[in-house]
Antibody
């Protein structure tokens, strides 16, 4: 069974840092690109970042570029999101989502999400 | 960036009704359009990809159509369990964007 489990969320002050993790199981992690998607309380979905299977291509939304860094460790079946210089508007549930790739990009499996709250 | 605009932002329909949600892209995205369903407190679920391909395990009452800039998600014979928000997503450009969502209420 494909599973993605996020962790690392919590309360952080503005300007602070946090590192999220996404642990994958049930599939060959190194074969798939993965995305981070976030959802502010009561709001819609916002794509945050993409990393391909070999970490050769990484994209970021303009809203996080220069502050967030996505990485992965295929040996540990894990994805990471290092978030620096956090702002109130970064408060959201953060999901990792597998990209089925194979021609048509689509997010076919999602984790349950981890809540990040940026507040003083 | 490609902007995605959904309409309506919310709707209310009865069990058995046919429901249509539209999504418009700010520029042509061919058929690089996905639809997701999100129930309250849960992660999104993929329904439709490549504009009209049904994801495995998704009921056949869900269907998608369109290409270029205009797309439609149709729910034939709305069921109580279809209470959810629905989002379109473009994957034409490598900064994937979602529509703002449509909240579906079942009367």
């Amino acid at each position: 069974e494909v599973q993605l489990v996020e962790s690392g969320g919590g309360l952080v002050q503005p300007g602070g840092s946090l590192r999220l993790s996404c642990a994958a199981s049930g599939f060959t992690f190194s074969d798939y690109s993965i995305n981070w998607v976030r959802q502010a309380p009561g709001k819609g979905l916002e794509w945050v970042s993409y990393i391909d299977s070999g970490s050769g291509t990484i994209y970021y939304a303009d809203s996080v570029k220069g502050r967030f860094t996505t990485s992965r460790d295929n040996a540990k079946n894990s994805l990471y999101l290092q978030m620096n210089s956090l702002r109130h508007e970064d408060t959201a549930v953060y999901y990792c989502a597998r990209d089925a790739s194979s021609g048509w990009s689509r997010f076919d499996y999602w984790g349950q999400g981890t809540l990040v709250t940026v507040s003083s | 960036d490609i902007q995605m605009t959904q309409s309506p932002s919310s709707l209310s329909a009865s069990v058995g009704d046919r429901v249509t949600i539209t999504c418009r892209a700010s520029q042509s995205i061919s058929r690089y359009l996905n639809w997701y369903q999100q129930k309250a407190g849960k992660a999104p679920k993929l329904l439709i990809y490549a504009a009209s391909s049904l994801q495995s395990g998704v009921p056949s009452r869900f269907s998608g159509s369109g290409s270029g800039t205009d797309f439609t998600l149709t729910i034939n014979s709305l069921q109580p369990e279809d209470l959810a928000s629905y989002y379109c997503q473009q994957t034409r450009s490598p900064t994937w964007t979602f529509g703002q969502g449509t909240k579906v209420e079942v009367k």
